[in-house]
């Protein structure tokens, strides 16, 4: 059976096993992406969030008690859905359950929209990128995380077991559905090149204002070893685009 968008994190044993290596203190979402996104956030006082793909919105909580006025996740597993509400209980925070094709936005509502490993799980990117760039007041954020494409390129090193050291890159530039195993299922995501990302933010009318790859900083890391590891492959595409007019 494939899993396709948020659909796999409803499957009981997948959820429970997902959640404890998310939780894990070196899981790469805790040590490479969420520095970087903090960093590329900036000051978040006084503005308005939009989550999209917010999972247990632990970011969320953070941003706000960090000053963010309002925060809004939109997610599309139940699941997920239950923990954020439970995460943002005692917040200002909410959480909607929808997908992000069928969300609807209003126009100039939010100052910053973020997206943290939920976009790739997307076939079509290009109307998802319209519809932020409508919510956004001008000069507002974009900021997203997905898988690096070296990953998603191809499926061959996600099928074998163990700490890798290596990946095999492949059609890199046949760009789309991609059977992923992942913690024992298979997941269906999306496969696009850099540039496709890139081209894709400007066709929506961002101005790009950073891009980063997840590069390890050492002090991160307990371990040297682990460290050194993290370095052979790079894990995480992280891009930042501001709505022109501000």
């Known amino acids: 059976m494939e899993f396709r ?21 070196e899981s790469p979402n805790n040590i490479i992406e969420k520095p970087i996104l903090l960093e590329m956030i900036g000051n978040v006082v006084g503005k308005r969030i939009l989550d999209l793909g917010c999972g247990d919105a632990e970011i969320g909580v953070e941003l706000l008690q960090q000053g963010g006025a309002s925060y809004l996740g939109v ?31 209003q126009p100039d509502q939010y100052d910053l929209v973020l997206s943290r490993f939920a976009l790739h799980y997307l076939a079509d990117l290009r109307s998802v990128f319209t519809k932020v760039h409508d919510s956004l007041v001008p000069g507002g ?11 998603t390129s ?28 992942w913690i024992g299922k298979k997941v269906i995501k999306y496969h696009r090149t850099i540039e496709e990302y890139f081209q894709l933010m400007l066709q929506a009318g961002f ?11 050492a002090e991160s890391f307990s371990s040297k070893e682990e460290y050194e590891r993290r370095m052979r492959i790079p894990l995480v595409l992280m891009i930042s685009g501001t709505k022109r007019g501000g």
């Open 5 to 25: 968008g948020a659909s796999v994190y409803d499957e009981g044993e997948f959820y429970n096993n997902y959640t404890k290596r998310r939780s894990r203190p």
């Open 75 to 105: 997610e599309g597993s139940k699941n997920m859905t239950l923990a954020a509400a439970e995460n943002l209980q005692g917040t200002t925070g909410q959480v909607i359950h929808s997908s992000m094709e069928e969300w609807q936005p």
């Open 154 to 181: 191809s499926t061959k090193s996600a099928e074998g077991s163990g700490r890798r050291t290596d990946w095999v890159v492949d059609d890199y530039f046949s760009q789309g559905e991609r059977a992923e195993p």
């Open 141 to 151: 954020k974009f900021i997203f995380s997905v898988q690096h494409p070296v990953l």
């Open 207 to 217: 101005a790009v204002d950073d891009l980063r790859e997840g590069t390890p900083r």
